[in-house]
């Protein structure tokens, strides 16, 4: 079993960077794509990027491609996302999630775990 924590989360003022880390502790993370998603208030959860076993396949939302960037190192069972160019509409909770299939987790399909969330506030 997974166990994912995210951190990093805050309040940041619109045009700020800001990274956010996924810690994964039990079983190793070699072997799962990872995502992470976000939800609005009143909205749903929704897609914001992935990342193959190896990190050399990402893939990003329409919404934030060229934003942001989605990184591991497996040898600190860690995920990264990395949020630049921050808009308002960027507010929300994001969270990661541990998934069999690089190619599916997008759809939420074949996810194992999901972190608690940390919430991201950005101020226009």
């Known amino acids: 079993q997974v166990q994912l924590e995210e951190s990093g989360g805050g309040v940041v003022q619109a045009g700020d960077s800001l990274r956010l880390s996924c810690a994964a502790s039990?079983?190793?993370?070699?072997?799962?794509?990872m995502g992470w998603f976000r939800q609005a208030p009143g909205e749903d959860r929704e897609f914001v990027a992935a990342?193959?076993?190896?990190?050399?396949?990402?893939s990003y939302s329409d919404s934030v491609k060229g934003r942001f960037t989605v990184s591991r190192d497996n040898a600190k069972r860690t995920v990264y996302l990395q949020m630049a160019s921050l808009k308002a509409e960027d507010t929300a909770v994001y969270y990661c999630?541990?998934?069999?299939?690089?190619?599916?987790?997008?759809?939420?399909?074949?996810?194992?775990?999901w972190g608690q969330g940390t919430l991201v506030t950005v101020s226009s």
């Open positions: 999630a541990a998934g069999d299939d690089y190619g599916t987790i997008a759809t939420g399909e074949g996810i194992h775990v």
């Open positions: 990342i193959s076993w190896g990190g050399s396949s990402t």
């Open positions: 039990g079983r190793t993370l070699r072997f799962v794509a």
